[in-house]
C-alpha cells in the first residue's frame, strides 16, 4: 500500500518509477554522489575495487563505468580509471608508484606540466625526477638505478615531436623491473598500440580527440595487468579522483566520430605542413609523417596514422618579436594550448628555456591543424608571413 505522504515529503519521495525497456543510442547519464542500496547485506557486500557494484558516486556510476571500458578497449587494455584532467591523471600514476627515496625518469621532450610535476616530487617529496634524450632508445639503461621505478614515454613529444623507440626502452625497463608509462594523447590510442609495443601504463588526456569539443577536462589511465591496475585504483580512491557524469557522457558523445576526426586533423596537417615545407620563413617542420623529424623512422615502424598537431622551426634570421608579430596575425590559428577540437590553435614556445641542450636554431611555433579546410589556413598562413 502506498503510504500517503506530505507535499513537502513528496517532493523527495516519488512512488512513480518510469518503465523498463527505454533504449536509445545515447548513453545515459547517471548522476549520483550516494548510491542506493537493495538492503544491508548488499552494502556490505559491495566492494568499490571490484567494479561489480555501485557503492559510491565517486567510484563510478554506469556512465562512467562505460567510459572507462570503452577507453580500455580503444587502447588494446583491460582496465580503466578516469581522472579530472591528463594532469591529475599523470599525477596519479606518479603517487600510486612513487614514494620518498625513488628515483623516476622523464623525457626531455615531456609534457611540461609532468616535467613541474617531477620538480615537486623532487622538492618536497624527496623523489629523484631526471631527464633523459628522448631518443635514448636501449642507452636508457645506462641511467637506471637500483631506485628507479618508473620510466615515463611520450610519442612523440607535443611540442618539439621526437619519437622514441618504445620496444628498446620497454626491453631494457622491464630486464631491469621498472615500469613504463606512456603519454599516448597525441595519438589519441588510434595511431600507436602502447601496450603491443611493451608499455605497462597508457594516460590519456581525454580533453583532446576523445572530447574533440575543447570543452571538457578529463583524463584516463589505461592498464592490462590487474595488480598494477590496483595499486592505480588505491591512489585513485585516496586522492579523490571523480569525475563528473557530464563530463563522461560528452567523451562518451564524441568516441563514435573520432576515427573520422582524427584521420581529418591528419591529413588538413601534412597538407600543410608539406606546403610549409617549401616556404623560405620556414627552417624545418617537425612532423613525425615527414623524414627530417627526428625519429621519423621510428613513427614509420610502429605509428598508423599522425593527427593534427606539429610545430615548425623559423628560420634564424626571424627574431622572436617578428614570430609573435606572425602569430598576432593570424586569423583562423587562434592562439590556445591544447589540440584534438575543430579549431585551428597556434603557440609559440620558449623552447631552449624548456629544453636542456637544445641545440636547433630558429623560433618554434606550434600548430594544431583542425576541421578547417586546409586551403584556407594554408592561406592564413601566407598572409600572417607577410605580416613579419
Request: hydrophobic content about 40%; overall charge negative; some cysteine.
Given at each position: 500500500m502506498t503510504q500517503t505522504k506530505s507535499p513537502q515529503t513528496a517532493l523527495i519521495h516519488s512512488d512513480y518509477q518510469a518503465p523498463q525497456g527505454f533504449a536509445a543510442f545515447p548513453n545515459a547519464i547517471h548522476h549520483a554522489s550516494t548510491v542506493l542500496f537493495k538492503d544491508v547485506a548488499a552494502m556490505r557486500s559491495g566492494d568499490w575495487k571490484e567494479k561489480n557494484a555501485y557503492t559510491y558516486g565517486l567510484h563510478g556510476t554506469p556512465t562512467t563505468f562505460t567510459l572507462e571500458a570503452r577507453l580500455a578497449e580503444i587502447e588494446g587494455g583491460k582496465y580503466c580509471l578516469l581522472a579530472p584532467s591528463g594532469l591529475a591523471a599523470i599525477a596519479m600514476a606518479d603517487f600510486a608508484l612513487l614514494k620518498t627515496g625513488d628515483d623516476v625518469l622523464l623525457p626531455e621532450n615531456i609534457y611540461n606540466p609532468n616535467r613541474e610535476l617531477g620538480r615537486w616530487l623532487a622538492q618536497d617529496f624527496g623523489i629523484t625526477a631526471r631527464y633523459y634524450d628522448p631518443l635514448i632508445g636501449a642507452g636508457i639503461a645506462a641511467l637506471i638505478q637500483p631506485n628507479t621505478k618508473l620510466i615515463w614515454t611520450e610519442a612523440p613529444g607535443s611540442v618539439t615531436m621526437e619519437v622514441p623507440d618504445l620496444p628498446a626502452i620497454c626491453a631494457v625497463a622491464h630486464a631491469r623491473g621498472v615500469l613504463v608509462a606512456l603519454d599516448n594523447t597525441w595519438s589519441a590510442g588510434l595511431a600507436l598500440r602502447g601496450f603491443d609495443l611493451g608499455v605497462d601504463i597508457i594516460m590519456q588526456a581525454l580533453t583532446k580527440y576523445q572530447s574533440g569539443g575543447s570543452d571538457v577536462l578529463m583524463g584516463a589511465l589505461i592498464t592490462r595487468e590487474r595488480a598494477l591496475h590496483e595499486r592505480l585504483a588505491q591512489a585513485h580512491m585516496r586522492l579523490g579522483m571523480g569525475v563528473g557524469a557530464d563530463d563522461a557522457y560528452l567523451v562518451l558523445r564524441g568516441l563514435p566520430t573520432m576515427k573520422l576526426r582524427f584521420d581529418a586533423h591528419d591529413a588538413g596537417a601534412r597538407t600543410v605542413a608539406a606546403w610549409l615545407k617549401g616556404r623560405s620563413e620556414i627552417a624545418t617542420?617537425?612532423?613525425?609523417?615527414?623524414?627530417?623529424?627526428?625519429g621519423h623512422a621510428i613513427?614509420?615502424?610502429?605509428?598508423?596514422?599522425?593527427?593534427?598537431?606539429?610545430?615548425?622551426?623559423?628560420?634564424?634570421?626571424?627574431?622572436?618579436?617578428?614570430?609573435?608579430?606572425?602569430?598576432?596575425a593570424l586569423q583562423l590559428f587562434k592562439i590556445g594550448y591544447s589540440w584534438g577540437g575543430a579549431n585551428s590553435l597556434v603557440m609559440p614556445y620558449r623552447i631552449a628555456a624548456m629544453r636542456k641542450g637544445w641545440q636547433l636554431p630558429g623560433q618554434l611555433v606550434r600548430l594544431n591543424v583542425g576541421l578547417e579546410a586546409p586551403q584556407d589556413l594554408i592561406a592564413d598562413i601566407e598572409r600572417a608571413f607577410a605580416a613579419m
Open positions: 617542420v617537425l612532423h613525425p609523417a615527414f623524414d627530417d623529424c627526428p613513427w614509420q615502424r610502429d605509428f598508423t596514422g599522425a593527427g593534427g598537431l606539429f610545430s615548425v622551426l623559423f628560420d634564424a634570421s626571424y627574431t622572436e618579436a617578428q614570430t609573435d608579430r606572425f602569430v598576432d
